[in-house]
Every structure is written in C-alpha cells, then in structure tokens.
C-alpha cells in the first residue's frame, strides 16, 4: 500500500447521518423513547425466613368476634386466641403467656432500668392469670 491511498471499505447500503462508534449505537438497536433497559426489573432474592414469617403474620383476615366480622392481622388474631384460651383456664395457654410476659418484661427492664415500661399493666395481667389458674385448680375434680 502506498501513502497516498486510503484503506479501501465495503460500501454502505444505506447512509447514515451520524458516526457510529463509541456511546453512538446504530439506530435500530436503541432504546425506543418510553421502553424501559430492564423491563422485568431487578432479579428478585430469595427472603429470608425471618421476613417470610413477619409478612405470613402480618397478612390480613376476617374473624367473627362477638357476632361481628373484623379485619385484623394474623398475630393479633393469634394472640387474642392465645389471651382467650387463657381466660378459660387453658393451663397450657396460660404457661405460654406468662412466658411471653416475662419476655416482654426482661427486654423492657434492659431497655430501661429507670421507668419500666407498662409495669403496672403487666401486673394486672399476672395477677388476673394466678386468679383464673387458682379458680381452676379449685373447681379441677380430685
């Protein structure tokens, strides 16, 4: 090859009106205005079994209560289970919720030495639950 000559291309078919090249892709491999690169979105993780039990426990459901129908999460459906079972003098019941109060208890005590939190509450409950496990001990035949 000589210097004056230039290197020799194929022909276009087609002209185009701008460079392409680097950041300057051909014009029917852009994105068309108003489509999205990532149109499916980001690939979904799996959870964790933490957040799959919170979102399993926070789902909403209809319970008849009183004769009424009522919206509230699973958890509070659970526990108001839990408290009534209790309230019948379900021994079972009852164990599991002073363990929960003690729970509820220790981790308030840790948060803050100074002013327990809802301390004269969580003594109504006990108390009421030594009643309800003392009048069933009494009428409990022998």
Known sequence: MAQDEKPKTAPSDTKRDYQVGYGKPPLHS????????????????????????????????????????????KRQAMIAQLVNKSATADLRATKMLLDMLRDIESQAEAASPDQPAHADVIEQLKA?????????????PE
Do not use: W
Not at 34 to 42: K, L, T, V
Not at 50 to 71: C, I, K, S, T
Not at 128 to 140: I, N, P, T
């Open 30 to 73: 852009r994105f068309k205005k108003g489509q999205s690169g990532n149109p499916r979105g980001p690939p979904l993780f799996p959870k964790s079994l933490v957040a799959d039990l919170l979102d399993a426990m926070n789902q909403r459901v209809v319970v008849a209560e009183n004769g009424r129908r009522r919206r509230m999460t």
């Open 128 to 140: 009421k639950l030594r009643r309800l496990a003392e009048d069933y001990d009494q009428s409990k």
